[in-house]
């Protein structure tokens, strides 16, 4: 599976869910997550993500995140339209910190 990492917080510019062919995609107020069990595994929606926040699961250290991806995929409404990202997007992109940011 591929999952949302925390460059995603706050900047939410949804690129993403107009690519997933499954529509993988779920919600959240300032966060979006990929299910990991709907995950196809094709990867065309990384380079999409002008945050660079959607990484394989295939790289390190990222059990923390496929955690989060699960949980709230569980409990989000499912996207697949992009709607506005926030109109500060850009300033948060590469800030660090954010993960205690993430609204639930
Ligand atoms: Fe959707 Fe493919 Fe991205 Fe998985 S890797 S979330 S199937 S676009
Ligand atoms: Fe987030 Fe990137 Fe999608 S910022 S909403 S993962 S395009």
């Not at 917080?9 to 990991?36: A, M, R």
């Not at 929606?45 to 709230?72: G, M, V």
């Amino acid at each position: 599976t591929y999952v949302v990492t925390e460059n995603c917080i706050k900047c939410k510019y949804q690129d993403c869910v107009e690519v997933c062919p499954v529509d993988c995609f779920y919600e959240g107020d300032n966060f979006l997550v990929i299910h990991p069990d709907e995950c196809i595994d094709c990867g065309v929606c990384e380079p999409e993500c002008p945050a660079e926040a959607i990484i394989p699961d295939t790289e390190p250290n990222l059990d923390n995140w496929l955690e989060i991806n699960r949980k709230f995929a569980e409990v989000w409404p499912n996207i697949t339209r992009k709607g506005d990202a926030p109109a500060d997007a850009d300033e948060w992109n590469g800030k660090t910190g954010k993960t205690e940011m993430l609204s639930e």
